[in-house]
DNA sequence: ACCTACGGGACGTCCCGTTTAT
DNA sequence: ATAAACGGGACGTCCCGTAGGT
């Protein structure tokens, strides 16, 4: 890798950090050129416009996070408790950056009228979505789950949770809506599985 | 100085939409005097800066929104029928204004810095939640609710599914997401149901 | 005169001093509250806008400026002493106010478009050279002028030079422009008269 | 910097018409905005207040306008050709922007206050009067202007009266009081020109 | 006639995104 | 890659003309 690819690569990490946290159009090329130490014109040589950083800004910091929620030591075994992990593992480290889940900021931010983010946003929620569903219908395949269980609705019911109760719990400062979530999810897991006898015996 | 009040009032309501959709920082007085036909001296009679009047305004639909989500003709028969109710009529009709939930959009706006719109929203959600506590508190004295039930999580749960389906939904341009969050909602309302037998005999 | 009356005068006289002095754009409703020592209130009470009391004002500083050039203890005599009078009455109290001649200051002040104005300024002007024209026209009839003078030119010239002649004085703090077209009219009287011999003689 | 100073000579350009038409007072800042396509900041990079920008936009007017009295295919031949022509020209061309002669519009404005503008429009004087004052002093020289001929006076009171005329003229909305002046300036230059004899025998 | 409220709009500062020259 | 230049445009202040209420 070039020095000037690496240059690239050391904005687009850094414009990533501020642009989760503070939006398109509340963060700066200033504030780029502070966080790397560059100068405009240093920035400018790599991107054409703030535009063009940002939408590689983001496209990084969500396929960060989607890598983040989708690969893990945890994705082995059987499927509920694969998606057991899934659900655990977005509580334990619910973002990698500081500023909140990018598919989330993306989504509210993009929202407005800029098409490309918000076809980044999209084409990450997706990846992580078709994720899940493959777990669930690998779980009914193996007998796992029941045969009934829709994958798509439990992978939406999944994301939307957790990144609903993420947003509750920033807003709060505490993991407690997270956890009353993961709580739900032990309910709607048992419901879903087969392994139906367990579940109600030791739960009762 | 009724007059003076009602120009306030109006731009409040003007403003609300506009910062609703593009955020705090994505939007210029210049997009409220645009929306209001006033000038910059009529919009700073009445607000000392930007930022209160983002105060006014976030504080404006926030109360709209959490009016919308806890008032209404559902609100009555079982408590069930009132979760249910409070989950139908928040797909139904997911915004009042354009540009999705204020809720959300406020707490990813505020998450930032700005702490005067994050307590605006801390406020509003636990308003929100505060009501469907109640209504499930309500359904366990009269039994229609089993006494395990955690209201408090089952509150999170809700807000949290809602607000992240609506975030998929408007990402995708589909109602699909909520669709699927209310499906998974059934389920879950017959598990924490007293009226068991019934669900099971139904579903299988 | 009623008590309202006078003070409406009082405004008038007071406006007109100022704006005489910074026109119509360069003076604020507020300058004419210090002149007259009353509240906005009281002025809006004897004046619909600024525009009208603008108009009141001017037309009476124009018709008090007029009056002064035309009216006066030198105008008796030949009509040769008269128009040498009015030339020497101008140069010595060039002006009512302070801030020049209205005449030329309303000409210029109103061109852009205030035809109010610009109409009570042309006014102005004709009073005036109606009354150089007749005195020429006098002396014509009376053989104090020569037959061939043309009433119009001469009344023209006079205002012009004198108008231009001031507007030097005032530029340059001097009153030589003013006297340097004094001598000049005294040949051109010479020339127009019919007492030839008399000039010629004592000029050479 | 080579575009910043083109962009700086357009605003000033663009400017000096507005400014000579409305005066200092009676121009905003947005006037010249909307007159160049610039917004608020491409201005006043260039100028730091309007007060400068003024002056440089009465110092262009006044000085093209300066050099338009003064320059010319006319100013050769004989002295009293000269001043014929300086004459003729004014008459034909006095004003190079529309509102009228930057001299006397300026003198008008600044009279109040301004002293940076004050000068610039006497300097302008002083420049005309110049030239006019050393091509009666080069006739005199030559012979062909009587040897007791005052070129200041002659100068002033040529400028007076085209001034002056001007103005009358404008008002009026006829060039009739330029001509009546031009037509008188044919007796005064006969009267100082030495060619006696041949004026009284043609116009007699 | 005073006083206050109201909305208009000018002015000037600051910083931003972008370009250019080096 | 730096640094300066450039023009865009947001923000907020101030005062102005006007309208009502007292």
Chains 1, 2, 3, 4 share one sequence.
């Not at 560059?38 to 950083?53: I, T």
């Not at 009228?113 to 992580?128: E, F, M, S, V």
């Not at 439990?154 to 993991?175: F, P, Q, V």
Request: charged share 25%; with cysteine; hydrophobic share 40%.
């Amino acid at each position: 890798m070039q020095k000037g690819e690496q240059t690239r690569q050391r904005i687009i990490e850094e414009a990533a950090k501020i642009f989760n946290q503070r939006g398109f159009a509340g963060c700066s090329i200033q504030d780029v050129m502070e966080a790397t130490g560059l100068e405009k014109g240093g920035v400018y040589r790599h991107f054409a416009s703030k535009e063009e950083l940002a939408v590689e800004a983001f496209r990084y910091a969500l396929s960060l996070s989607v890598k983040m929620r989708t690969e893990g030591p945890g994705y082995a075994g059987s499927a509920i408790e694969q998606l057991r992990y899934a659900v655990r593992h977005f509580i334990e480290t619910p973002s990698v950056f500081p500023g909140g889940c990018p598919l989330m900021n993306t989504a509210v931010d993009a929202n407005d009228g800029n098409p490309a983010l918000r076809q980044l946003a999209c084409d990450a929620l997706k990846k992580w979505r078709a994720v899940l569903c493959s777990i669930v219908e690998d779980g009914i395949a193996h007998g796992e789950i029941r045969s009934g269980a829709n994958p798509r609705q439990i992978a939406n019911t999944i994301i939307a949770s957790l990144e609903g109760a993420l947003m509750i719990s920033r807003l709060e400062g505490t993991k407690r809506a997270l956890c009353d979530v993961q709580e739900m999810f032990e309910m709607i897991l048992a419901e879903i599985g087969t392994a139906r006898e367990v579940r109600l015996g030791s739960a009762e």
